[in-house]
């Protein structure tokens, strides 16, 4: 069950979130995710997610174990409170059409349970999208989108928006 957090709470927690995250949501490594101006209860079902072992990964699954309810809900609220902002140079016409109904043409979320996606890098995604297929990741709605895609698709989605600028903004 989400609860409002307190950002400045969070901005404190988030010191131990920025090497791979950055302090402002930006992702410093290609396997980590941008998370600046995620939803606040997209962010909280995932770190709840991480520290269950619904989802699994070797940073995340640690770091998220020694997290209070209250902790969580305070570093959803930080990254929350940024803007993501994304600049699309292609053509929209040639956006994943799978994707875009939840994603958005430019990798900004239409849906608050679903991440964004723009500037994230192809490494991240690709390897996301795998996961879901693989069945390692589960999801009512993408483990069936991606059990349908081969890997050049999975690969022509993941260059998609990772050629999406991102900018993230403390509002």
């Given at each position: 069950?989400?609860?409002?957090?307190?950002?400045?709470?969070?901005?404190?927690?988030?010191?131990?979130c920025?090497?791979?995250?950055?302090?402002?949501?930006?992702?410093?490594?290609?396997v980590?995710?941008?998370?600046?101006?995620?939803?606040?209860?997209?962010?909280?079902?995932q770190?709840?997610?991480?520290r269950?072992?619904?989802?699994?990964n070797?940073?995340?699954?640690?770091?998220?174990?020694?997290l209070?309810?209250?902790?969580?809900?305070?570093?959803?609220?930080?990254?929350?409170?940024?803007?993501?902002?994304?600049?699309?140079?292609?053509?929209?016409?040639?956006?994943?059409?799978?994707?875009?109904?939840?994603?958005?043409?430019?990798?900004?979320?239409?849906?608050?349970e679903?991440?964004?996606?723009?500037?994230?890098?192809?490494?991240?995604?690709?390897?996301?999208?795998?996961?879901?297929?693989?069945?390692?990741?589960?999801?009512?709605?993408?483990?069936?989108?991606?059990?349908?895609l081969?890997?050049?698709?999975?690969?022509?989605?993941?260059?998609?928006y990772?050629?999406?600028?991102?900018?993230?903004?403390?509002?």
């Open positions: 069950m989400a609860q409002s957090g307190d950002p400045e709470a969070g901005r404190v927690l988030a010191g131990q920025r090497t791979c995250h950055g302090l402002d949501g930006l992702a410093r490594i290609p980590a995710p941008n998370i600046g101006g995620e939803p606040a209860p997209y962010l909280e079902r770190l709840r997610a991480f269950s072992g619904e989802r699994v070797e940073m995340m699954s640690v770091v998220a174990s020694s209070s309810d209250e902790q969580i809900a305070d570093l959803a609220a930080w990254y929350a409170a940024h803007r993501a902002v994304a600049t699309l140079e292609a053509d929209p016409a040639e956006a994943p059409d799978l994707c875009t109904s939840c994603h958005g043409t430019d990798g900004l979320s239409v849906v608050e679903v991440p964004n996606l723009a500037g994230e890098s192809n490494i991240y995604i690709e390897t996301q999208l795998k996961a879901f297929r693989s069945g390692k990741r589960m999801s009512e709605v993408m483990t069936p989108i991606a059990q349908d081969s890997d050049a698709e999975m690969r022509a989605v993941a260059d998609w990772a050629a999406v600028g991102l900018e993230i903004e403390e509002q």
